[in-house]
């Protein structure tokens, strides 16, 4: 199987670039009549496919969440899927029993998308380990949730990250997910995942968190929504945010070459 995390790691190093952007674009569709509904979706296609084209040179990934799949359905998702040759991701923090896992699975990795985020609390007997087969059976990736970016997580899952960190070590995910928001629980995350594991982190921009500041804790890339997609010009955003997060990133490495 060719690994997502080998497949990141390369796309880092062709588009010199550490930035996820976060297309958290959705509309109210559904509240629409028939004729409407299919007008929104094509614009709500257009518009999203516009911003990740326009970013798409300074990004490694695009993190596609639930509320868009839901807006486009499956067949727009998949052309917006094949608008760039970047890593795709669903973002539908998949958390629950073996079937229901594995056809949430089969639907996405079907349309284009490289890897699904789940969130590994429910276990891997009789619920992960068919996502993890489907992941295998189709050459792509799994991406789990170890901690969260918004206060809430602080209550029941950042108590358990040290042992969701070993789960996604010991059942070999592509990669993790655990907050910009908080820095010092990357630091801690990525002593608990060894040097190997790619740490994905979400909060930078609209919820605080500083471009960078995951990158010097220790995570690879860094996760982007709101202040891109919102902004009047997205591509000219998404370039400062790679800008400051590559400077980030080589300042590390110079201090651990300096040490």
Known sequence: ?????????????????????????TADIYSLSEAERAQAR?????????????????????????PLILALGLDFTAQLLSATDLITIGDVKIADIDKTAEWIARHLYGIGFDGLIAHPFV???????????????????????????????????????????EFAVQHSADGVIAPATRPADVKSARQHLGQEMLIL?????????????????GADLEIVGRAIYQADNPADV???????????????ESQHFIS
């Open 1 to 25: 199987m060719t690994r997502l995390d080998k497949r990141i790691r390369e796309k880092i190093a062709q588009q010199k670039s550490r930035l996820v952007l976060a297309l958290d674009l």
């Open 42 to 66: 094509a614009s709500l296609l257009h518009h999203a496919t516009e911003i990740l084209v326009k970013t798409a040179p300074h990004l490694v990934a695009v993190k596609i969440n639930y």
């Open 123 to 165: 276990g891997f007997e009789k619920s992960l380990d068919s996502l993890f087969a489907v992941a295998r059976e189709k050459e792509r990736g799994v991406i789990l949730v170890i901690n969260m970016s918004h206060p809430g997580s602080l209550l029941f899952i950042t108590p358990c990250t040290d042992a969701l960190a």
């Open 201 to 217: 982190s979400p909060g930078v921009g609209a919820q605080g968190a500083r471009p960078g500041d995951a990158i010097r804790a």
């Open 238 to 252: 998404a370039r400062f945010f790679n800008d400051e997060i590559n400077d980030a990133y080589a300042e590390g």
